[in-house]
């Protein structure tokens, strides 16, 4: 695996994403990459609003996406993941499968199709 592989990019967005590293995880986007829902909403276009909604969701203690299983075709990463999230009910995940198109070493385009809610059981 090459250091600007769509493979390796991927990868290191997510190590960055889990270590809630918002410089190491905007290195691997394009200055101007978007973030859709798949097949509709633009999330966010460009760094600073990127850096924003990370930002707002590293503020999360138990933030953590567990890599599910990934597939990678030519420049097109493709990952299911299950994210560990504190949300206003508490605790819980959310599935969520993730499209990421990397262009030149950087992620430029990324689409989230986000599943069902579980909050966990307190104890």
């Given at each position: 695996?090459?250091?600007?592989?769509?493979?390796?990019?991927?990868?290191?967005?997510?190590?960055?994403?889990?270590?809630?590293?918002?410089?190491?995880?905007?290195?691997?986007?394009?200055?101007?990459?978007e973030?859709?829902?798949?097949?509709?909403?633009?999330?966010?276009?460009?760094?600073?609003?990127?850096?924003?909604?990370?930002?707002?969701?590293?503020?999360?203690?138990?933030?953590?996406?567990?890599?599910?299983?990934?597939?990678?075709?030519?420049?097109?990463?493709?990952?299911?993941?299950?994210?560990?999230?504190?949300f206003?009910?508490?605790?819980?995940?959310?599935?969520?499968?993730?499209?990421?198109?990397?262009?030149?070493?950087?992620?430029?385009?990324?689409?989230?199709?986000?599943?069902?809610?579980?909050?966990h059981?307190?104890?």
């Amino acid at each position: 695996m090459t250091t600007n592989s769509p493979l390796a990019v991927v990868q290191r967005q997510l190590d960055a994403y889990n270590s809630k590293d918002i410089d190491a995880l905007m290195a691997n986007y394009a200055p101007d990459a978007e973030q859709f829902t798949l097949h509709g909403e633009l999330l966010a276009s460009g760094h600073p609003q990127m850096r924003e909604r990370y930002l707002s969701r590293f503020v999360e203690p138990d933030l953590h996406a567990k890599l599910i299983s990934r597939m990678v075709v030519g420049n097109i990463v493709t990952d299911a993941e299950l994210i560990t999230r504190n949300f206003p009910e508490g605790k819980g995940t959310i599935e969520m499968l993730c499209i990421y198109e990397v262009i030149d070493g950087r992620i430029q385009r990324a689409s989230f199709a986000i599943g069902d809610k579980t909050l966990h059981a307190t104890d």
